[in-house]
């Protein structure tokens, strides 16, 4: 079945560094989307990315489609405090049904 | 607007009795689903629900069962509960299953098998 794998599993960073977060498909995927979770929350939805190479920016956050839609990545410029969470990417693909989610990065953001 | 509403929040069973997790949401969405979450597993999903009277599973579906009588409400039943199944339980609900469509999740249920 589809595995969606996701890196680090961990990030530690100090206020005003920048943070990445990598989402690996074990199939192609139609489309992904992006969720946050902060602590002891439920997940949020962030963005959708559909087209291959597709690049969407909200205001710190920067998301990124592979050009062969088996990955992704979030990008957080100048993370701050209310940054904290855990971001999970969840994939579709059109044998499936439903959306399968990573088991998240959890990002921690020291003052 | 209420959203997706789950309840109870925190429950602790006793190895071998059952209960109801309840979910409802307002927005009349078609898809319903129900996720549990473990530490560094992410959300997996248990079951879900296309529309009224039709369900399936999902990929950790033995332990539970599922109806779908109305559009609003999607409970989720332990049958025996086990050890195994202590975690959050996530209600989530989205104008339709397949693409272009973004989930709206619940609170969460807490749930602690002793």
């Known amino acids: 079945g589809q595995q969606v794998m996701q890196i680090p599993q961990y990030q530690h960073v100090q206020e005003g560094e920048d943070f990445t977060t990598y989402c690996n498909s074990s199939?192609?995927?139609?489309?992904i989307q992006w969720y946050k979770q902060r602590p002891g929350g439920h997940p949020v939805f962030l963005i959708q990315?559909?087209?291959?190479?597709e690049v969407k920016k909200q205001k710190r956050l920067t998301f990124q489609f592979g050009e062969a839609k088996k990955n992704s990545s979030l990008h957080i410029t100048a993370t701050q405090t209310t940054d904290v969470g855990t971001y999970f990417c969840?994939?579709?693909?059109?044998?499936?049904?439903?959306?399968?989610f990573g088991p998240g990065t959890r990002l921690s953001v020291l003052p | 607007n209420a959203g997706v509403t789950q309840t109870p929040k925190f429950q602790v069973l006793k190895t071998g009795q059952s209960m109801t997790l309840q979910c409802a949401q307002d927005?009349?969405?078609?898809?319903m689903s129900w996720y549990r979450q473990d530490p560094g597993m992410g959300l997996r999903l248990i079951h879900y629900?296309?529309?009224?009277?039709?369900?399936d599973q999902g990929e950790v579906p033995n332990g539970y069962n599922v109806s779908r009588s109305t559009t609003e409400d999607f409970p989720l039943r332990l049958l025996s509960a086990a050890p195994s199944q202590t975690s959050v339980y996530f209600c989530?609900?989205?104008?339709?299953?397949?693409?272009?469509?973004?989930?709206?999740f619940g609170q969460g249920t807490r749930l602690t098998v002793v």
């Open positions: 989530a609900s989205s104008y339709a299953g397949g693409m272009n469509t973004e989930a709206f």
């Open positions: 199939t192609t995927l139609s489309n």
């Open positions: 990315l559909v087209k291959s190479g």
């Open positions: 969840a994939g579709y693909n059109n044998y499936g049904q439903n959306f399968v």
């Open positions: 927005m009349n969405h078609e898809y």
């Open positions: 629900s296309v529309g009224a009277g039709i369900t």
